[in-house]
């Protein structure tokens, strides 16, 4: 079974500028999850779905971050425009259900410069 | 914000030695997950132990789960040097909220 799947791994970017995240989580589950982890932290939960719903969002900053889960498969997290404090670590993870073992992908690496 | 919180915030001890890891945290929860991240790496799942369960193994791994004090503990027995990693706990909410708290690091010296 294939892990979850994420890209870039690494995103190098000047403040001010958009940039994508992209997740492909493992096939059949319907649970998604993106994480922010700064260094020294644990992830922090941006936004969960269940299926194409967002179901807890309530961390996420909309006033820069967006995100969708088209389908209710793979999914793209948004942030536009990126601020120097943005730079960490974006995790997604998937689970069968909520409340179930999440698998993580490996992560995204962003740095604002 | 982060619900759990791990305490000690690093721990190192020798090969061979147990360790323990405790978390506590706020508000009721449906269920309480231990992952492990190495340096670099990627979170991976440890154990999960829902809030109708006291105690839960898993080879070297015992969880124990206290909702009356609202606090768990993670027991590593016989370490080994690859259990070196940051151990963090995660908090399914009653409200439906999942939350991580700050981690654990964990090194285990040869």
């Known amino acids: 079974e294939a892990g979850v799947v994420q890209s870039p791994r690494y995103k190098i970017i000047e403040k001010k500028q958009p940039v994508a995240f992209w997740c492909n989580p493992i096939?059949?589950?319907?649970?998604l999850y993106w994480y922010r982890q700064n260094l020294g932290q644990g992830p922090e939960l941006l936004i969960r779905y269940e299926n194409e719903e967002a179901v807890d969002d309530s961390q996420l900053p909309k006033d820069r971050f967006s995100a969708e889960r088209l389908k209710g498969v793979d999914s793209t997290l948004k942030i536009q425009p990126a601020e120097l404090g943005d730079s960490a670590v974006y995790l997604c993870?998937?689970?069968?259900?909520?409340?179930?073992?999440?698998?993580f992908g490996p992560g995204t690496r962003l740095t604002v410069l | 914000s982060q619900q759990g919180e791990e305490d000690p915030q690093a721990l190192s001890i020798q090969e061979g030695e147990n360790a323990t890891m405790n978390c506590s945290y706020k508000?009721?929860?449906?269920?309480l997950q231990w992952y492990r991240q190495n340096s670099g790496r990627g979170l991976v799942h440890l154990i999960l132990?829902?809030?109708?369960?006291r105690e839960k193994h898993s080879g070297r791994l015992r969880v124990t789960l206290d909702t009356s004090k609202k606090s768990s503990s993670l027991l590593i027995t016989a370490s080994r040097a690859a259990d070196t990693a940051s151990y963090f706990c995660a908090t399914d909410q009653a409200t439906g909220n999942m939350r991580f708290g700050a981690g654990t690091r964990l090194t285990v010296k040869p």
């Open positions: 993870a998937s689970s069968r259900y909520s409340y179930n073992e999440q698998f």
């Open positions: 096939s059949g589950h319907n649970t």
């Open positions: 508000t009721s929860i449906n269920n």
């Open positions: 132990i829902r809030s109708n369960e």
